[in-house]
C-alpha cells in the first residue's frame, strides 16, 4: 500500500481535492452567470485526474499491463465520478447530483484517455 501511495502521490491528493470539492458548500461567485461554467469545472478536475493516473502508471512501470492501465486510469475515475454523483443526490442537502455533471466528467476522463492513448503508442510501441 505504501508503494501505492508513494507511486501516484498527485493522484491521491487529486481525489482529495475532487472529495473536498465534491462536497463542500461552494459560495455564490459571478461565475454562476457563465453558462455552463461548473461543467468545464469538471472536465478539468477529471481530465487533471485520468491524465496524472496515465503519467504516473506509464512512468513508474517499464512493462505496461493494459487491463490495469485502462482500469485504473479510465474507469476507476469514471467510477468515482458516478459514486460522487449519487453521493452528492442521496447524502447532502446543499448539494445535488446531475447526470450532466457526470457526462462532463466522463468527458474529461475520456479527453485525457486520448491523449494517455497517443502517449502511450509514442513511447511504448515504437520500442
Known amino acids: 500500500m505504501?508503494?501505492?501511495?508513494?507511486?501516484?502521490?498527485?493522484?491521491?491528493?487529486l481525489v482529495a481535492g475532487i472529495l473536498l470539492a465534491s462536497f463542500v458548500r461552494v459560495p455564490e461567485?459571478?461565475?454562476?452567470?457563465?453558462?455552463?461554467a461548473d461543467k468545464w469545472v469538471h472536465i478539468l478536475m477529471y481530465f487533471l485526474l485520468s491524465t496524472s493516473l496515465w503519467i504516473e502508471y506509464l512512468r513508474s512501470h517499464t512493462r505496461i499491463n493494459y487491463r490495469k492501465l485502462c482500469v485504473g486510469a479510465i474507469v476507476l475515475p469514471v467510477f468515482m465520478s458516478g459514486a460522487v454523483e449519487l453521493l452528492q443526490a442521496w447524502c447532502t442537502v446543499t448539494r445535488s447530483g446531475d447526470w450532466l455533471d457526470f457526462v462532463a466528467n466522463v468527458a474529461g476522463v475520456a479527453l485525457a484517455s486520448v491523449l494517455g492513448f497517443a502517449w502511450y503508442r509514442r513511447r511504448f510501441l515504437k520500442r
Open 2 to 13: 505504501y508503494k501505492l501511495i508513494l507511486r501516484y502521490t498527485v493522484s491521491w491528493l
Open 29 to 36: 461567485t459571478p461565475m454562476e452567470d457563465v453558462p455552463f
